[in-house]
């Protein structure tokens, strides 16, 4: 049996245990990229195919997991909260946040810590790192 073929088996029993069971009117198509890219990899680390689509699947429901996570913190924060951790992720200093905001620095270390509390985190460092991927740039 070809590789392809493996990859269209394993989406089918993927289907099937997700409800879509044939006849189906529902259809799902792979990308040729994708399974090429599929192929490759399981090539370059010798593992079965299957094995790697599950991995690059539980991988990818993560990442997008762990994002709705950060969201759904993030809404948790204040305006104010917000506003200053955006400007701490644009690596601004509490004196420029305090300034900028209009706050006392005193302010700003309470909006930091109840941001870095509803964020489970320790530093602001971490914050940037968790939110590394986001667009800051209208707040500058």
């Given at each position: 049996?070809?590789?392809?073929?493996?990859?269209?088996?394993?989406?089918?029993?993927?289907?099937?245990?997700?409800?879509?069971?044939?006849?189906?009117?529902?259809?799902?198509?792979?990308?040729?990229?994708?399974?090429?890219?599929?192929?490759?990899?399981?090539?370059?680390?010798?593992?079965?195919?299957d094995e790697i689509a599950v991995d690059l699947l539980i991988s990818g429901l993560?990442?997008?997991?762990?994002?709705?996570?950060?969201?759904?913190?993030?809404?948790?924060?204040?305006?104010?909260?917000?506003?200053?951790?955006?400007?701490?992720?644009?690596?601004?200093?509490?004196?420029?946040?305090?300034?900028?905001?209009?706050?006392?620095?005193?302010?700003?270390?309470?909006?930091?810590?109840?941001?870095?509390?509803?964020?489970?985190l320790h530093s602001k460092r971490e914050l940037s790192l968790v939110l590394a991927?986001?667009?800051?740039?209208?707040?500058?």
């Amino acid at each position: 049996m070809g590789a392809g073929n493996e990859v269209m088996l394993f989406w089918q029993r993927l289907k099937q245990n997700l409800g879509f069971n044939p006849p189906s009117r529902r259809t799902f198509t792979l990308d040729g990229r994708l399974v090429e890219y599929v192929q490759a990899l399981a090539e370059l680390e010798q593992r079965p195919l299957d094995e790697i689509a599950v991995d690059l699947l539980i991988s990818g429901l993560t990442q997008r997991d762990m994002a709705q996570e950060t969201w759904r913190r993030w809404e948790t924060l204040s305006p104010r909260e917000q506003q200053a951790a955006a400007l701490v992720c644009l690596g601004y200093t509490n004196r420029q946040i305090a300034a900028r905001l209009v706050i006392s620095i005193e302010t700003v270390k309470s909006h930091v810590r109840n941001i870095l509390h509803k964020f489970s985190l320790h530093s602001k460092r971490e914050l940037s790192l968790v939110l590394a991927d986001w667009d800051f740039s209208a707040w500058d």
